[in-house]
């Protein structure tokens, strides 16, 4: 079955420090991969996508690229703001499956 | 500014008692999903709809849980009787045309006294 891996978190940073929240996937077909964004007592949202190898999804400066050769969808920032304190799921869908298979999440914190 | 709408955000019940959460999925959108998130477990899907007919609940616990879309505006998830293992977050979500593309509601927090 499909399953998605996250590092485990809590992460913890300081302003302006790079930001990596490792992410594996496994999946029988082709999926599609996303990043959703969870801030404290709201619902997720839709941070970025990708939905084919080698496909880049950026948004408000994070990025995750669809590395099909080691299965991951790795998120990035360059330079994290305290704003970006939140819980980051990846996901995936797959064989055109309506479904979201969530990761556990990963709560990062970051620190003025 | 369109969104999905839970209600209730919080509601605390006793064992045994019967809980309907109400969700009101963004007007147009055709998919419904219903997840539950706890500490322990993540977000588990538990049903969604598409067009308003259940294409899988096998997340639910057929026994005590229940999923329906009365029309296009409404989608409710009741519980009964509840038990304490129910607490969680409950979240709905709406989605149209792009696969894997949701939209969250806040979350209706149960718990289960």
């Known amino acids: 079955g499909n399953s998605v891996t996250q590092m485990e978190g809590p992460v913890t940073l300081s302003e302006e420090a790079f930001l990596t929240i490792n992410c594996t996937y496994t999946?029988?077909?082709?999926?599609?991969l996303f990043w959703y964004v969870q801030y404290p007592g709201e619902g997720l949202q839709l941070l970025l996508k990708a939905t084919k190898a080698d496909d880049k999804g950026s948004n408000k400066g994070f990025e995750a690229t669809y590395r099909k050769e080691t299965t991951s969808f790795h998120l990035e920032k360059g330079s994290v703001q305290v704003s970006d304190s939140a819980v980051y799921f990846c996901a995936l869908t797959d064989f055109g499956n309506e479904k979201l298979t969530f990761g556990t999440g990963t709560r990062l914190t970051i620190i003025p | 500014d369109a969104r999905v709408t839970q209600t209730p955000r919080h509601k605390v019940t006793e064992m045994g008692q019967e809980v309907t959460m109400r969700c009101q999925p963004i007007l147009g959108h055709n998919t419904v999903f219903w997840y539950r998130q706890t500490m322990m477990q993540g977000l588990e899907l538990l049903a969604y709809?598409?067009?308003?007919?259940?294409?899988?609940d096998s997340g639910m616990p057929k026994d005590r849980f229940s999923a329906e879309m009365p029309d296009a505006t409404l989608a409710t998830l009741k519980i009964q009787p509840s038990e304490p293992r129910d607490s969680a977050v409950y979240f709905c979500?709406?989605?149209?045309?792009?696969?894997?593309?949701?939209?969250f509601g806040e979350g209706s927090r149960l718990t289960v006294l």
């Open positions: 709809f598409r067009n308003r007919a259940p294409l899988d």
């Open positions: 999946a029988t077909g082709y999926p599609s």
């Open positions: 979500a709406s989605g149209l045309k792009v696969i894997g593309e949701l939209f």
